[in-house]
């Protein structure tokens, strides 16, 4: 086998150049990904768009909703506030401790069947002890003081003439 009639180092040199430009090509795609991706997601979560296909448009399926409030200020660098729980809601029976469900009207499972009067009357009354012991009088609950009810539309009839 005969060898190429050129040197050891320059032969070294051209290496390191080929070596040198394939890594720079190849961190420029890599940068140049990079920056693709990173554009197509900040743009999906402020628009909510996915940005799939030629169009922007998606395919079939079930399109994707809308990002968190979160996500979108920890995209933005805001900070971030959790929702707070509301507080639980008891049962409004004098005596009872269970937790109160929409399902059953706002009251327990076990006084699902009591009649609704009987279920205001133990709210009010327990909003009187509460503002009572608050030294503030409450309001009371309906139409407002001093309103007339609202007239009723009277059907106009026609004169025969």
Do not use: W
Not at 14 to 38: H, K, M, N, P, T
Not at 60 to 76: C, D, S, V
Not at 111 to 121: A, C, G, N, T, Y
């Amino acid at each position: 086998m005969a060898r190429a009639s050129s040197s050891p180092s320059s032969s070294i040199s051209q290496i390191r150049d080929i070596v040198g430009q394939f890594v720079g090509q190849l961190s420029a795609l890599i940068e140049q990904d990079a920056v693709s991706r990173a554009r197509a997601t900040i743009l999906s979560a402020f628009s909510g768009e996915s940005g799939v296909g030629p169009t922007g448009k998606r395919g079939r399926g079930r399109p994707p909703g809308r990002p968190p409030a979160a996500t979108m200020l920890a995209i933005a660098g805001g900070a971030v506030r959790k929702r707070r729980k509301a507080p639980i809601q008891l049962c409004p029976v004098p005596g009872c401790t269970n937790r109160a469900a929409p399902v059953f009207g706002m009251v327990c499972s076990k006084h699902k069947d009591l009649p609704k009067l009987e279920i205001r009357k133990y709210r009010e009354a327990r909003r009187a002890k509460r503002d009572k012991n608050k030294g503030k009088v409450g309001k009371p609950r309906g139409r407002k003081p001093g309103r007339p009810p609202a007239a009723k539309p009277v059907a106009k009839i026609a004169a025969a003439g």
